[in-house]
């Protein structure tokens, strides 16, 4: 391999360390600001200040596109923003009841939803090795459920893994209507527009369940912003570059890095340390998980 094309391959590998490092700090940044906000109200800040930084660029060097997008688009784009607030609402609250480690392994089942979810709609191909890693996935999620209530980390463990799985459901359906919209609709103005309907959302929900969404100590607004400014925007913006310079199958198994980056900042600064029975069954789903993308490798992510 010569050098220029080693250099180039050096900065979307980068891009993916980077990306893997950003997300998985979410779950720390929510665990931080859950000791005064709602987690309404964390999901609804970290969408509505993601949207707030994207806005301005979007409209000044997109602008052509905002106006050309149909009203069918609308509502696919209202049904994508749905989709995304209720997977920040219900993975965000998962945290308060199950560890980081189960939360994070277990919302990050949703290429497995994906998959079965386009089988169910579209048809597409369904195969042995995607049967099989569903099924791993799933052995570990029964393990990890099983872990939890041995734990006692809260009273309601399984209502907390039940909340990471409806979480991975949720983006799953996020995925599958971006797929639809992302091959007329440019990365920038897409994430804008959907990030901005999940956050009109979940503030009227939050609103509508008067959930406070100010009032909290400076140090809370702090971890609102970097759970905003680090997860949603640099580590999604990093995996998005990387799709433009490696193999989509590389870059999804790679972004698996996540549940493994969490759970050892939950054990650095939260002192969650996983049991041997949790290590096996995140294992599990992160086995199935790559053997499911291994065999969708013709299959483009969009983000």
């Avoid at 080693?6 to 360390?17: M, N, Q, T, V, Y």
């Avoid at 392994?105 to 089988?119: E, M, R």
């Avoid at 199958?249 to 493994?260: D, F, H, N, Q």
Wanted: proline letters at 5%; glycine letters at 8%; a positive charge.
């Amino acid at each position: 391999m010569s050098g220029d094309k080693r250099s180039r391959l050096w900065a979307p590998r980068l891009a993916l360390l980077t990306g893997i490092a950003a997300v998985s700090m979410g779950s720390i940044f929510v665990r931080f600001a859950q000791a005064e906000a709602s987690s309404l109200a964390i999901a609804a800040w970290r969408l509505s200040l993601a949207t707030l930084f994207l806005l301005p660029v979007s409209w000044l060097r997109h602008r052509s596109q905002w106006r050309s997008v149909r009203g069918r688009d609308w509502a696919w784009i209202a049904a994508a923003g749905a989709c995304l607030a209720v997977h920040f609402a219900t993975w965000i609250t998962s945290l308060e009841y199950t560890s980081v480690a189960s939360s994070v392994a277990l919302v990050s089942t949703s290429p497995l939803w994906v998959a079965l979810l386009a089988w169910i709609f579209w048809r597409e191909s369904l195969t042995r090795s995607l049967l099989a890693g569903l099924a791993l996935a799933l052995g570990g999620s029964l393990m990890i459920s099983f872990a939890e209530t041995r734990a006692a980390i809260s009273s309601k463990p399984l209502l907390g893994n039940a909340l990471a799985m409806a979480g991975a459901l949720a983006v799953s359906g996020y995925w599958l209507i971006g797929r639809h919209l992302r091959r007329r609709m440019p990365l920038i103005p897409y994430i804008t527009m959907v990030y901005g309907s999940a956050a009109m959302l979940l503030l009227a929900v939050a609103v509508l369940l008067r959930q406070p969404l100010a009032g909290f100590r400076p140090s809370i607004y702090v971890w609102l912003l970097l759970l905003a400014l680090l997860p949603q925007l640099l580590g999604h913006s990093s995996f998005n570059w990387a799709l433009g310079h490696l193999p989509a199958s590389y870059v999804a198994i790679a972004t698996l890095g996540e549940p493994v980056g969490a759970a050892l900042l939950a054990s650095l600064f939260l002192g969650e340390f996983p049991s041997p029975l949790k290590i096996a069954a995140a294992f599990l789903i992160l086995t199935g998980i790559t053997l499911a993308l291994h065999q969708r490798k013709g299959s483009r992510p969009s983000g």
